[in-house]
């Protein structure tokens, strides 16, 4: 795996050293930012491991409902294919 496009960086893999993170910034309301930092607080972590475990929850969860509502329409969609084309042709007009 090449570590955020760079190569040279393959299969560098340390446990407990974060590697090439970018910085970003977030507009929170106080109210908000006053909830996370006793989320913070209670786990004895820091605002950034619990933003990042949030999102890639929530980004995880997001696929795994999207997968299951696509497996939930093809389901209800029945079946279309298969003999598609020899339908047509037996309910062709005849010339």
Known sequence: MTVAGRPGLDGLDI???LILMVKVMVSLPDDLLG???AE??????TRSGLLRHYVDEGLRQR???RAR???ELMHASGRHGG???EDLKRHRPQA
């Open 40 to 45: 913070v607080a209670r786990r004895g972590t």
């Open 69 to 71: 509502r696509v497996e």
């Open 35 to 37: 909830s996370l930092d």
């Open 83 to 85: 003999r598609g084309v």
């Open 63 to 65: 696929g795994e409902t």
């Open 15 to 17: 446990p407990g050293i």
